[in-house]
Protein backbone atom coordinates (compact mmCIF):
# COMPACT_ATOMS: atom_id res chain seq x y z
CA UNK A 1 0.00 0.00 0.00
CA UNK A 2 0.86 3.58 -0.02
CA UNK A 3 3.93 4.46 2.11
CA UNK A 4 4.41 7.52 4.48
CA UNK A 5 8.13 8.10 4.99
CA UNK A 6 9.84 9.51 7.84
CA UNK A 7 13.76 10.82 8.06
CA UNK A 8 15.59 9.99 10.23
CA UNK A 9 14.15 7.19 12.44
CA UNK A 10 15.81 8.46 15.50
CA UNK A 11 17.34 11.11 16.95
CA UNK A 12 19.38 12.35 19.33
CA UNK A 13 19.81 16.03 20.55
CA UNK A 14 20.92 18.44 23.30
CA UNK A 15 18.07 20.10 25.15
CA UNK A 16 17.64 23.90 23.65
CA UNK A 17 18.94 22.98 19.96
CA UNK A 18 16.63 23.17 16.90
CA UNK A 19 15.43 19.77 15.03
CA UNK A 20 13.48 19.16 12.31
CA UNK A 21 11.72 16.05 11.63
CA UNK A 22 11.01 14.89 8.18
CA UNK A 23 8.01 13.51 6.37
CA UNK A 24 7.93 12.42 2.74
CA UNK A 25 4.09 11.83 2.77
CA UNK A 26 1.77 9.53 0.07
CA UNK A 27 2.58 11.50 -3.35
CA UNK A 28 -1.40 12.52 -4.13
CA UNK A 29 -2.21 13.56 -0.60
CA UNK A 30 -3.01 16.80 0.05
CA UNK A 31 -3.33 16.73 4.31
CA UNK A 32 -0.62 16.14 6.68
CA UNK A 33 -0.70 15.31 10.49
CA UNK A 34 2.26 15.25 13.18
CA UNK A 35 1.38 13.41 16.38
CA UNK A 36 3.87 12.69 19.19
CA UNK A 37 3.35 9.53 21.33
CA UNK A 38 5.53 9.87 25.10
CA UNK A 39 6.60 6.11 25.62
CA UNK A 40 3.77 4.46 27.75
CA UNK A 41 1.43 7.21 26.46
CA UNK A 42 -1.09 7.60 24.10
CA UNK A 43 -0.51 9.07 20.45
CA UNK A 44 -1.72 12.67 20.55
CA UNK A 45 -2.68 14.97 17.74
CA UNK A 46 -0.37 18.06 17.36
CA UNK A 47 -1.30 19.72 13.94
CA UNK A 48 -3.09 19.28 10.56
CA UNK A 49 -2.06 21.14 7.74
CA UNK A 50 -3.34 21.99 4.38
CA UNK A 51 -2.39 23.96 1.22
CA UNK A 52 0.46 25.62 2.96
CA UNK A 53 -1.68 26.05 6.06
CA UNK A 54 -2.31 24.89 9.73
CA UNK A 55 -5.60 24.13 9.72
CA UNK A 56 -5.84 22.94 13.80
CA UNK A 57 -3.63 22.58 16.30
CA UNK A 58 -3.41 20.75 19.75
CA UNK A 59 -2.35 22.74 23.23
CA UNK A 60 0.37 20.43 22.56
CA UNK A 61 1.79 21.97 19.64
CA UNK A 62 3.97 24.78 21.37
CA UNK A 63 5.43 28.30 20.32
CA UNK A 64 8.23 26.24 19.70
CA UNK A 65 7.15 23.87 17.20
CA UNK A 66 6.38 24.95 13.24
CA UNK A 67 5.48 22.75 10.41
CA UNK A 68 5.97 23.65 6.70
CA UNK A 69 6.07 21.78 3.10
CA UNK A 70 7.91 24.32 0.83
CA UNK A 71 7.14 23.20 -2.46
CA UNK A 72 6.12 20.11 -2.04
CA UNK A 73 9.10 18.51 -0.41
CA UNK A 74 9.24 17.18 3.25
CA UNK A 75 6.34 17.87 5.29
CA UNK A 76 8.34 19.15 8.28
CA UNK A 77 8.21 19.43 11.89
CA UNK A 78 10.58 21.78 13.35
CA UNK A 79 11.44 22.19 17.22
CA UNK A 80 13.31 25.43 18.13
CA UNK A 81 14.20 25.33 21.38
CA UNK A 82 14.00 21.70 21.87
CA UNK A 83 12.99 21.00 25.74
CA UNK A 84 13.51 17.53 27.86
CA UNK A 85 9.66 17.18 27.45
CA UNK A 86 9.85 17.25 23.50
CA UNK A 87 11.05 13.47 24.03
CA UNK A 88 8.86 11.13 22.49
CA UNK A 89 7.87 9.38 19.17
CA UNK A 90 6.87 11.61 16.47
CA UNK A 91 4.07 9.79 13.49
CA UNK A 92 3.63 11.78 10.20
CA UNK A 93 0.40 10.62 8.50
CA UNK A 94 -1.06 11.73 5.12
CA UNK A 95 -4.69 11.57 3.52
CA UNK A 96 -5.87 12.36 0.50
CA UNK A 97 -8.61 14.21 1.56
CA UNK A 98 -9.80 16.15 4.43
CA UNK A 99 -13.36 15.39 4.97
CA UNK A 100 -14.32 13.26 8.16
CA UNK A 101 -14.63 9.99 7.90
CA UNK A 102 -14.23 9.10 4.53
CA UNK A 103 -10.64 9.38 4.35
CA UNK A 104 -7.78 6.92 5.66
CA UNK A 105 -4.47 8.44 7.54
CA UNK A 106 -1.37 6.79 6.32
CA UNK A 107 1.18 6.88 9.06
CA UNK A 108 5.01 6.87 9.08
CA UNK A 109 6.68 4.42 11.26
CA UNK A 110 8.05 7.18 13.99
CA UNK A 111 11.07 9.56 14.80
CA UNK A 112 11.93 8.87 18.17
CA UNK A 113 13.37 12.33 19.34
CA UNK A 114 15.59 12.32 22.38
CA UNK A 115 16.88 15.47 23.80
CA UNK A 116 19.23 15.33 26.72
CA UNK B 1 -13.79 16.06 25.09
CA UNK B 2 -13.64 13.35 22.84
CA UNK B 3 -11.77 10.19 23.89
CA UNK B 4 -11.09 6.70 23.68
CA UNK B 5 -9.94 3.86 26.21
CA UNK B 6 -8.61 0.62 25.52
CA UNK B 7 -8.52 -1.23 29.00
CA UNK B 8 -5.89 -3.77 28.14
CA UNK B 9 -2.24 -3.00 28.37
CA UNK B 10 -1.20 -6.48 27.03
CA UNK B 11 -2.72 -9.18 25.92
CA UNK B 12 -1.28 -13.01 25.51
CA UNK B 13 -3.55 -15.76 23.47
CA UNK B 14 -2.01 -18.78 21.86
CA UNK B 15 -2.33 -19.39 18.48
CA UNK B 16 -5.79 -20.53 17.39
CA UNK B 17 -7.52 -19.40 20.31
CA UNK B 18 -9.89 -16.81 19.93
CA UNK B 19 -9.04 -12.89 20.92
CA UNK B 20 -11.10 -9.91 22.19
CA UNK B 21 -9.46 -6.50 22.91
CA UNK B 22 -12.06 -3.89 24.29
CA UNK B 23 -12.60 -0.44 23.47
CA UNK B 24 -14.88 1.89 24.19
CA UNK B 25 -15.23 6.06 23.16
CA UNK B 26 -16.87 9.13 24.52
CA UNK B 27 -17.79 11.53 22.24
CA UNK B 28 -19.32 14.98 22.76
CA UNK B 29 -19.81 16.28 19.36
CA UNK B 30 -22.10 16.50 17.35
CA UNK B 31 -23.75 13.14 15.56
CA UNK B 32 -21.88 9.99 15.87
CA UNK B 33 -18.17 9.55 15.31
CA UNK B 34 -16.11 7.33 13.11
CA UNK B 35 -14.56 4.43 14.27
CA UNK B 36 -11.54 2.60 13.58
CA UNK B 37 -8.84 -0.38 14.25
CA UNK B 38 -5.05 0.89 13.52
CA UNK B 39 -2.52 -1.89 13.89
CA UNK B 40 0.90 -1.03 14.20
CA UNK B 41 3.68 -4.46 13.33
CA UNK B 42 7.13 -4.44 14.48
CA UNK B 43 9.07 -1.71 12.87
CA UNK B 44 6.22 -0.24 10.57
CA UNK B 45 3.78 2.65 10.37
CA UNK B 46 0.30 2.38 11.74
CA UNK B 47 -1.92 0.67 9.06
CA UNK B 48 -5.93 0.64 9.07
CA UNK B 49 -7.61 -2.32 10.01
CA UNK B 50 -11.17 -1.69 9.83
CA UNK B 51 -13.22 1.56 9.81
CA UNK B 52 -17.08 1.75 10.62
CA UNK B 53 -18.82 4.69 10.20
CA UNK B 54 -22.39 3.81 10.89
CA UNK B 55 -23.81 2.97 14.25
CA UNK B 56 -24.67 -1.01 14.28
CA UNK B 57 -22.56 -1.65 11.15
CA UNK B 58 -19.72 -4.31 11.74
CA UNK B 59 -16.68 -4.02 9.92
CA UNK B 60 -13.89 -6.94 8.90
CA UNK B 61 -10.38 -6.87 7.76
CA UNK B 62 -8.21 -10.19 8.07
CA UNK B 63 -10.18 -12.31 10.20
CA UNK B 64 -10.76 -9.02 12.61
CA UNK B 65 -14.30 -7.44 13.39
CA UNK B 66 -15.95 -5.17 15.14
CA UNK B 67 -18.97 -4.15 15.91
CA UNK B 68 -20.06 -0.09 16.08
CA UNK B 69 -22.45 -0.39 19.48
CA UNK B 70 -23.84 3.32 20.43
CA UNK B 71 -25.76 2.11 23.21
CA UNK B 72 -22.73 0.55 24.81
CA UNK B 73 -20.22 3.21 23.43
CA UNK B 74 -17.88 0.07 22.47
CA UNK B 75 -15.86 -1.13 19.56
CA UNK B 76 -14.37 -4.33 20.80
CA UNK B 77 -12.00 -6.14 18.02
CA UNK B 78 -12.10 -9.50 18.00
CA UNK B 79 -11.11 -12.69 15.96
CA UNK B 80 -12.25 -16.38 16.35
CA UNK B 81 -8.76 -17.76 15.76
CA UNK B 82 -5.35 -15.81 15.79
CA UNK B 83 -2.15 -16.71 14.53
CA UNK B 84 1.44 -15.78 15.74
CA UNK B 85 1.81 -13.12 12.72
CA UNK B 86 -1.33 -10.88 14.60
CA UNK B 87 1.53 -10.01 16.83
CA UNK B 88 1.51 -6.04 16.98
CA UNK B 89 -0.02 -3.31 18.80
CA UNK B 90 -3.75 -2.80 17.97
CA UNK B 91 -5.44 1.00 18.61
CA UNK B 92 -8.49 1.89 18.98
CA UNK B 93 -9.75 5.50 17.14
CA UNK B 94 -12.57 7.84 16.50
CA UNK B 95 -12.96 10.90 14.34
CA UNK B 96 -15.42 13.54 14.72
CA UNK B 97 -17.34 16.63 13.15
CA UNK B 98 -16.58 19.21 15.27
CA UNK B 99 -13.78 20.71 13.70
CA UNK B 100 -12.93 22.18 10.63
CA UNK B 101 -10.20 19.89 9.43
CA UNK B 102 -10.24 16.34 10.25
CA UNK B 103 -8.36 14.54 12.92
CA UNK B 104 -8.12 10.76 14.37
CA UNK B 105 -8.25 10.73 18.26
CA UNK B 106 -6.46 7.39 19.58
CA UNK B 107 -6.47 4.68 22.15
CA UNK B 108 -3.29 3.79 24.30
CA UNK B 109 -3.00 0.57 21.94
CA UNK B 110 -3.20 -2.55 23.72
CA UNK B 111 0.04 -5.06 22.59
CA UNK B 112 -1.51 -8.59 21.61
CA UNK B 113 0.99 -11.38 22.09
CA UNK B 114 0.24 -14.72 20.12
CA UNK B 115 2.38 -17.54 21.50
CA UNK B 116 3.32 -20.39 18.69
Known amino acids: GPKVLQIPSHQIIDMGQMVTLNCDPV?????FYWYKQILGQQMEFLVN????????KSKLFKDQFSVERPDGSYFTLKIQPTALEDSAVYFC??????????????FGAGTRLSVL | GDSVTQTEGQVTVSESKSLIINCTYS????????LFWYVRYPGEGLQLLLKVITAGQKGSSRGFEATYNKEATSFHLQKASVQESDSAVYYCALSTHDTNAYKVIFGKGTHLHVLP
Open chain 1, 93 to 106: ASSLDGGWGQNTLY
Open chain 1, 27 to 31: SNHLY
Open chain 2, 27 to 34: ATSIGYPN
Open chain 1, 49 to 56: FYNGKVME
